[in-house]
Every structure is written in structure tokens, then in C-alpha cells.
């Protein structure tokens, strides 16, 4: 399995810039776990083959990049844009996001081909199939309706915790699985900022530790979701912590899982 964070930013170069602004995960080139940067940087051929997006939660960091990628595509879109999210996260969408002020309800439009977006309802807890992956979501805690996923190809596996604090139900069925690839979790803020970090209901390296103890699976964690302006900090701190197996992700890298 394929595995890739898109870059957010670029540099005078175009080459991708380490920091990350969005949030947008794709999969063998053909699956977006949430589309915070989508439509900037997702390549010719993703763009010809991503038709389904799985949405976490509705922070913009998060969904940036759906109302552009669909707007991007609209008149060659024939199979349409699945949206696979909770019903919470779907309402907030349509409420905030395609209301006609935003951006346009696409949902409601149609092209030469027919409906151009489609919204999938998945429950937490509860698998189910996105093309070739079987995807369950977990609960978890962040400022609004949240979920990490756990997701599987058939031979390998991955878990991504997207935007959270402290987390107990999801590590309990991540360490119900046999074979994990990686864990992706996230670490938004230096330890410094403990404080905001608790209120906005994100981890800090010295937090990340306890998390990761909770955890009774052996493979690569790597960090994502750190904030632009903390890069530097949080990537020290988390090299301080001295785990085995944890490491920041590279912007942009494909990794084979
Ligand atoms: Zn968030």
C-alpha cells in the first residue's frame, strides 16, 4: 500500500516544503484521507483517479482543498466525488461549507454526466469498504466530531489518529490488531504550549509519550499534523523522547506500507 501526505506549501524552487499547513493522505493514488490539500497538490494522475475522499472532521486545515478539487473537475467528473464521512461532519459541511456562500452546494448540481458529488455515511466502528480498502473509523478526542481511522488493503495495514488529544477507545482497537505497517498520529504543539494545545484538544510531544504508551503494537509511528510554525520545536522534542520506532513524516515522500 501507497502512502502519502501531499504537500501544503512549496518552496521558490516548487519542490515541497517540509512544513505542513494541510491535511490531505492519499492512498495508492486513488483514496484521500481528508482533502485539506487536494486540489493543490495533488498530481495529474491522482486527479484523474481520486473519486473517493474519507473526511475526519471539518476543521479547513482538513477540507480546504474538497470544494476546489470538485470545482477543479466539475465538467469531466463522471463517476462522482464520494464524500465518506460521518453524518455530523456531512451536516456541517452542507451547513458551512457548500451553502451557496462559501461555495456552491454541489451535491445539488449536475454536469453532462449526471450528480458530480455523492456523500457516503459511515458509522463509527462499524467497517466499511472504500474501493479496495477496509476502513474503520474510531471516536476521538478533539474540539468537534472527530474520528482516527484503521485501515487495511487485505496485507497491510495502517492507523491515523488525525487531529486529537488524549485518546484511550482508539488505541484499544489498535492494539486488537494482529499486524499493523505504521501508526500515524498526531503532534500539533511544542511542549511550551501545553496549554493551548489542551484547549484546542491537541497532543505536544510530552503528551505524545503517554499516548504511546498505551500502545502494545510494534511498528513505525510517525508524526504528522505538526504545526507550520512549531516545525523545528516539536521535531526536537520529539527526537528528545527517545522512542524507538517514532518519527516525524516527510512531506510529500511515498511511503510503501
Ligand atoms: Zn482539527
Redesign the pocket.
Known sequence: MKFQLLPSTFDENGNASARQHLACFVVDDLIAFDAGSLAMAATDEQKKQIRDVVI??A?L??VAGLPLYIDDLFATIKRPIQIHATTEVIEILERDLFNWSIYPRFSELTNDYGVVLEYRPFEVEKDFTVKHLRVKAIKVN???P?VGFLVSDGKSSFALT??TAEINRFWEVVNQQEKLSAIFVECAFPDELGELAAS???LTPQVLQKEIAKLKRDCPIYVV?IKPMYFEQVTCQIKQLNIQNLQVLTVGRIYEL
Do not use: A, E, L, R
Open positions: 475526519s472532521h476543521h486545515d482538513h478533539h474540539k468537534v472527530s488525525n487531529d484546542s484538544h491537541h499534523n
